[in-house]
């Protein structure tokens, strides 16, 4: 499967609502992916990216420089080589999978994070996807000396231990695990380290790092309570974001009860990303009861949305291959030509489309984020 020319993604959970350029092959976005559900995300009160500069916006507005724009900055660091600004806006730059097989820019982008972490562990970028240690950092262990290095230093310092636990959680998540737990210590009322730690424990049974194809229950079932503890906050109860990553790991812990109730909550909210992905987790909950017919419904209602909408992310394609899986292509047909009017990058779902119609049999495999570990074999066709 080719991808054709580059597309925007923009991160809905991601650390600072991070937006990326995609242009790469299918090897390539494969390494992606397993890195971005190896980030750890930023709770944000929308899919959409919102609020002041800051660190996070500076790393955002490098990924849309141009070649010449982010040389020019290399130029102006050359002569500069401690300004973070420029440093963050390049790790923006860098950061994207166009850049994954360069050479040249990884140990550039590598040198970067790793003076960072010696110099000014508090920098936000640190804790941002741009400046993660995800697959391929190739001197992780020296980054980690680093870090540990800086704990040790440095124990009490929320915004290290906090950037220390981000940068760590791909690889290391026990060791994350346990400096958000640090981090929860030092700043209690902050429902964001319940959060993180939901994520951290989703990572456990859910990251090709850690888990393959396997399911590890105990970890979904803390998942699902750290994520519950920052929803059941006042402020929790305002982001729309916890009611998804509560409802897939209810579902991935097999409470079908809870996944349920929450992804109608979800539908609620009147928005479309909600809308697509409550009926999504409604489909697949009535696919694991074996209601078959009711998840169809549940597949095309995901697309019936109101007023203009126009999905920057890569959509979880699960729901509609668990329907390829048991041979129902009529229904995953009309599902493809109803989402492809909303859902255009590189044209993928289109070329979709074209070759059922042709009479071929897509592979929505790349694209089923969570079906692989969230369902069981089909029972029945």
């Known amino acids: 499967m080719a991808t054709g020319t580059a597309f925007r993604l923009m991160k809905v959970a991601g650390c600072g609502a991070l937006l990326f350029t995609f242009g790469i092959q299918v090897q390539s976005q494969e390494k992606s992916k397993a890195a971005k559900q190896a980030s750890p995300p930023e709770l944000t009160s929308s899919h959409k990216e919102k609020g002041p500069i800051t660190e996070t916006t500076l790393a955002m507005k490098g990924n849309t420089l141009t070649a010449q724009e982010a040389a020019e900055l290399e130029q102006k660091l050359s002569l500069n ?33 790793l003076w960072l972490i010696k110099n000014h562990p508090e920098a936000e970028v640190l804790g941002m996807r741009d400046a993660q240690l995800n697959v391929g950092f190739e001197n ?50 902050n429902y964001r380290w ?14 090709p790092v850690h888990s393959g194809n396997s399911q590890d229950p105990e970890a979904a079932k803390e998942s699902l309570n750290y994520y519950e503890k920052a929803y059941f906050t ?49 489909g697949l909950i009535a696919i694991k009861k074996g209601n078959i017919d009711v998840a169809g419904n549940y597949l095309l209602e995901s697309t019936n949305f109101s007023g203009k909408v126009e999905f920057n992310i890569i959509l979880d394609m ?21 989402i492809s009017k909303f859902w255009k990058y590189n044209g993928t779902c289109e070329q979709w489309v074209k070759e059922m119609e042709d009479g071929g049999t897509p592979d929505l495999s790349l694209y089923a984020l969570i079906g692989r570990r969230y369902m069981a074999k089909p029972e029945s066709k």
């Open 81 to 113: 080589p401690e300004n973070i600004i420029i440093i963050t806006k390049l790790l923006g730059y860098w950061s994207g999978p166009l850049f994954y097989d360069d050479g040249e820019i990884k140990q550039k982008r590598e040198k970067y994070i």
């Open 140 to 189: 992780y262990s020296e980054a980690k000396s680093l870090w540990l290095e800086q704990l040790e230093k440095h124990p009490d310092n929320l915004k290290i231990v906090g950037n220390a636990a981000n940068s760590l959680v791909s690889y290391d998540t026990d060791l994350a695990i346990k400096y958000y737990k640090k981090a929860k210590s030092l700043d209690q009322q």
């Open 194 to 207: 319940d959060f993180l730690l939901g994520f951290a424990y989703n990572l456990k049974c859910t990251s």
């Open 234 to 282: 006042t402020e929790g109860k305002k982001n729309n974001l916890l009611l998804e990553s509560m409802a897939k790991a209810a579902l991935m812990a097999d409470d079908l009860s809870k996944a349920e109730e929450y992804a109608n909550k979800m539908l609620v909210a009147k928005d479309y990303y909600y809308t697509y992905y409550g009926n999504f987790i409604l």
């Open 318 to 338: 699960t729901l509609a291959q668990e329907f390829l899986t048991r041979g129902k292509r009529e229904i995953v047909l009309e599902f493809l030509k109803r």
